[in-house]
């Protein structure tokens, strides 16, 4: 497993020297997050799901690893948001949102790029998890922005449930889904046209990884940084593997689960927060440390636990 994150350092290692040696500058960035996140990854997420078999099983294991797990952690940090504020030293609305942040959401670049070096066949498993930490994770991480975030950049709740019904993502998500249920497929010529669109999208996303680090100037809430990129990257992966063993989940679907919790927090929780009034650079630090953190938790723990 170590082996297959050997590629992934090199490519955000390069992302990074591209991003300051200034070839990668804030416009080329912009244009790249673009062009992945409405173009390659919805191709690569339906490429995967649409030629897929899901049963039932699967997809029920993976609601109880997924999205029951972020929506657990998710609500009960919410819930003792005061004690965690105050045990950090007094933190405000804003920064305790871009903690949130950190523990519940998920870069998924991360976790398939790992599964393809590894030649893992999980992409399918790996797609609809994916798509089952979106939803929860985004619509708890708005929840909170607009309850404490300090409001002076939001769109308000039909604006956030709108902008989280037109993700790209989970677009995909529904038209790849529905192709596999169905029984359709895709069509030779489409699934060889977004076979080739996806194709690209890991390597480019690493090197988009890579240019967004931000670790210049840790901000004061450093230990509710290490507290949350320590539940995030160690605790959930335990739960889900614990969760896993005790239901009797399917090696495949409890390793799919098990990577995806792995994996750092989105890097699009940064515009996320600087939507909806978060501290963006707080966020910024969280999406920097975790993605360096996980290239050797990840590893460490795939190891470890996979083979139990």
């Known amino acids: 497993m170590f082996d297959a994150v050997l590629p992934l350092i090199l490519l955000i290692l390069l992302g990074a020297a591209l991003a300051r040696g200034g070839f990668l500058d804030e416009s080329r960035r912009r244009a790249m997050d673009a062009l992945l996140f409405f173009v390659l990854m919805p191709a690569f997420i339906i490429a995967r799901l649409g030629r897929s078999e899901l ?5 029920f ?4 690893l997924v999205t029951a797990l972020i929506a657990a952690a998710g609500l009960l940090m919410l819930a003792l948001r ?31 790029a790992i599964a ?3 030649g893992l066949d999980i992409g399918a498993l790996l797609a609809m998890a994916t798509v089952l930490n979106i939803l929860p994770a985004t619509a708890i991480s708005v929840f909170a922005l607009v309850r404490h975030g300090d409001g002076r950049q939001s769109f308000g709740w039909r604006g956030a449930l709108a902008a989280l019904a037109r993700n790209p993502l989970v677009l995909a998500a529904i038209a790849g889904s529905a192709l596999s249920v169905s029984g359709l497929g895709l069509a030779a010529p489409f699934e060889g046209a977004l076979r080739m669109l996806g194709d690209g999208v ?13 670790l210049s ?7 509710g940084i290490l507290l949350a990129s320590f539940a995030k990257l160690v605790l959930l992966p335990l739960a889900a593997w614990g969760t896993g ?12 689960a098990l990577m995806l919790h792995c994996a750092p927090t989105a890097a699009g929780a940064f515009i996320l927060a600087r939507q909806l009034g978060g501290d963006s650079e707080t966020m910024a630090v969280i999406i ?16 470890i636990l996979a083979a139990q």
């Open 55 to 59: 049963d039932e099983r699967a997809l």
């Open 61 to 64: 294991d993976l609601c109880l």
């Open 82 to 112: 005061r004690p965690i504020c105050a045990a950090l030293g007094d933190l405000s609305g804003p920064t305790f949102t871009s903690l949130l942040q950190g523990v519940i959401r998920n870069n998924f670049f991360i976790p398939f």
């Open 116 to 118: 393809e070096s590894a």
């Open 202 to 214: 890991l390597g480019l996303a690493l090197l988009a990884v890579g240019a967004g680090l931000r």
């Open 217 to 223: 100037a840790m901000p004061r809430a450093r230990a």
């Open 245 to 256: 063993r005790m239901i009797g989940a399917d090696a495949s679907t409890a390793l799919a």
């Open 288 to 303: 920097s440390f975790q993605t360096l953190a996980c290239l050797v938790t990840m590893p460490t723990i795939l190891q």
